[in-house]
């Protein structure tokens, strides 16, 4: 158990839609990465949050936004959903937002929009 | 801009052979490199990282990855697979560019490590 804890583990929705995935990072932790796993993309970076903060941009979708709030959980919110928005989607935290620090995954949540 | 190949996605040994998991990195600078792992179901987890202290690194599970510059390789070994060793292992690079390292990683596209009794 990495302390990294994401909601809902699956979520199954229809295009056109839109989710909301949460991530609650370790205790202490400040920084907060959002990863997509898909089997066309792979692993991807998303965005990065520090203590609030969009720190990095990645490969993300102007339909994705996120937002860090002030107890330090952080939400992926996915619109306008389709088929190829299928994938696994990671949280991963670590105590300062550089290279240095470790980062911890959470377990995912599986999205499936059909 | 950086990236990371892994040569093979399937690699299959038996219980006791030798584990040989290869990565290449391209990077304009000086890389930090990593080796996660995934078991079915569950998140990353991290095996070992190079942030250019020594080339020879050891990592849990009894792993250890050298990195070779002069090659771009930092490819994951270990002496005796054990059965427990099956899952996917992902490379990843992180570049500290201009004196910020933001800590985003950018993987390889995996490699599922089959062992057989």
């Known amino acids: 158990d990495s302390g990294v804890t994401q909601t809902p583990k699956h979520l199954i929705t229809a295009t056109g839609q839109r989710v909301t995935l949460r991530c609650s990072p370790r205790?202490?932790?400040?920084?907060v990465y959002w990863y997509q796993q898909s089997l066309d993309q792979g692993l991807q970076f998303l965005i990065q949050?520090?203590?609030?903060?969009?720190?990095a941009k990645g490969n993300i979708l102007e339909r994705f936004s996120a937002q860090q709030f002030p107890d330090l959980h952080s939400e992926l919110n996915l619109s306008s959903l389709e088929l190829g928005d299928s994938a696994l989607y990671f949280c991963?935290?670590?105590?300062?937002?550089?290279?240095?620090?470790?980062?911890?995954f959470g377990p995912g949540t599986r999205l499936t929009v059909t | 801009a950086q990236s990371v190949t892994q040569l093979g996605s399937h690699v299959s040994v038996s219980e006791g052979a030798l584990v040989l998991l290869r990565c290449n990195y391209s990077?304009?600078?000086?890389?930090?490199l990593f080796w996660y792992v995934q078991y079915p179901n569950q998140g990353l987890q991290l095996l070992l990282k190079?942030?250019?202290?020594?080339?020879l690194v050891k990592g849990i599970n009894g792993f250890e990855a050298e990195f070779k510059k002069s090659e771009t390789s930092f490819h994951l070994t270990k002496p005796s697979a054990h059965m427990s060793d099956a899952a996917e292992y992902f490379c990843?690079?992180?570049?500290?560019?201009?004196?910020?390292?933001?800590?985003?990683?950018?993987f390889g596209q995996g490699t599922i490590l089959t062992v057989h009794p």
């Open positions: 991963a935290s670590s105590l300062r937002p550089t290279v240095t620090y470790e980062q911890y």
């Open positions: 205790s202490g932790d400040l920084s």
């Open positions: 949050y520090y203590n609030g903060e969009e720190r």
């Open positions: 990077s304009s600078v000086p890389p930090y």
């Open positions: 190079y942030t250019s202290a020594a080339t």
């Open positions: 990843a690079v992180s570049e500290v560019a201009g004196g910020t390292s933001y800590g985003k990683l950018t």
